[in-house]
């Protein structure tokens, strides 16, 4: 089964920013024809989507963080990114990575944004 692993969580004060990996065990055959998601989880809530690439390179994001944040892939990596800009303390929370098709998520990544 594919694993995520993710990195690239930290504490930063409102309006900094934060760029998040997801490395895929996958072959690069394979990560290249997946859509794949970031999630994220703020304390006491459900996970909510919040970034999606597809494998031409599409994207879409939540209103809460378009023109803010970018998800990108590298398929030679095998890697997703999801650049965060001017980040607010309720963005605060756990990021996932997860790939759709097999439902497999990553172990998450802990975003801090102070006040």
């Known amino acids: 089964q594919v694993q995520l692993v993710e990195s690239g969580g930290d504490l930063v004060q409102t309006g900094g920013s934060l760029r998040l990996s997801c490395v895929s065990s996958d072959s690069s055959s394979w990560f290249r024809i997946k859509t794949w998601h970031w999630y994220r989880r703020p304390p006491g809530t459900q996970r909510e989507l919040v970034a999606t690439i597809t494998t031409s390179g599409s994207t879409d994001y939540s209103e809460s963080v378009k023109g803010r944040f970018t998800i990108s892939r590298n398929n030679v990596a095998r890697t997703v990114y999801l650049q965060m800009n001017s980040l607010k303390p309720e963005e605060t929370g756990v990021y996932y990575c997860?790939?759709?098709?097999?439902?497999?998520w990553g172990q998450g990544s802990l975003d801090t944004v102070s006040s």
């Open positions: 997860k790939e759709p098709l097999s439902g497999v």
